[in-house]
T-cell receptor, first 111, second 114 residues
Framework: SQQGEEDPQALSIQEGENATMNCSYKTSINNLQWYRQNSGRGLVHLILIRSNEREKHSGRLRVTLDTSKKSSSLLITASRAADTASYFCATDAGGAQKLVFGQGTRLTINP | DTAVSQTPKYLVTQMGNDKSIKCEQNLGHDTMYWYKQDSKKFLKIMFSYNNKELIINETVPNRFSPKSPDKAHLNLHINSLELGDSAVYFC?????????????FGPGTRLLVL
């Protein structure tokens, strides 16, 4: 069964605005990861946050993790047209030897 | 240099045919994976291999058979292709054996079964 669920499924904003995507999951985790997929390409790892971390930054990306609510958010600040892509969260689903991906948020940045 | 490469990039074939997709990684990783992404972008693991040994087989029909000749290669052979096999297949690799480390994906193979 699907572990992560992203919200919203699609998001369209103006260039320069901030974009926030959310991910909810069902079981305990060791870590949660965010990936980006540009149209017609493979997934690219963005950031990994461990279960004992609450916030992590990487450039214009900020990820938060709330294990009590089993949720995470990805914030992209000062969005650019090149940020247009699908964003996926992935978790290990309670220590299973695999990553389980959500269905992704499709982000469109309008110039 | 491409870290994880797959061939072919596109594959169009008739129902009932047998086809193979090849994957190679030059990252020195121990673990490799095959994923299937359907038309709704849902990405699901099919297999994982660690150093040529099968770790995960996610209730995939036995028409799908992975083969790992060495730890840098993981190929996927599909027998008797069906319409429902149409999807994008991604190979990935990771450093470590837990299965939930950071994964590096190939560009994907777009399979269309007619």
């Amino acid at each position: 069964s699907q572990q992560g669920e992203e919200d919203p499924q699609a998001l369209s904003i103006q260039e320069g605005e901030n974009a926030t995507m959310n991910c909810s999951y069902k079981t305990s985790i060791n870590n949660l990861q965010w990936y980006r997929q540009n149209s017609g390409r493979g997934l690219v790892h963005l950031i990994l946050i461990r279960s004992n971390e609450r916030e992590k930054h990487s450039g214009r990306l900020r990820v938060t993790l709330d294990t009590s609510k089993k949720s995470s958010s990805l914030l992209i600040t000062a969005s650019r047209a090149a940020d247009t892509a699908s964003y996926f969260c992935a978790t290990d689903a309670g220590g299973a030897q695999k990553l389980v991906f959500g269905q992704g948020t499709r982000l469109t940045i309008n110039p | 240099d491409t870290a994880v490469s797959q061939t072919p990039k596109y594959l169009v074939t008739q129902m009932g045919n047998d086809k193979s997709i090849k994957c190679e990684q030059n990252l020195g990783h121990d673990t490799m994976y095959w994923y299937k992404q359907d038309s709704k972008k849902f990405l699901k693991i099919m297999f994982s291999y660690n150093n040529k040994e099968l770790i995960i087989n996610e209730t995939v029909p036995n028409r799908f058979s992975p083969k790992s000749p060495d730890k840098a290669h993981l190929n996927l052979h599909i027998n008797s292709l069906e319409l429902g096999d149409s999807a994008v297949y991604f190979c990935a690799s990771s450093d470590g054996t837990e299965g939930w480390e950071t994964q590096y994906f190939g560009p994907g193979t777009r399979l269309l079964v007619l």
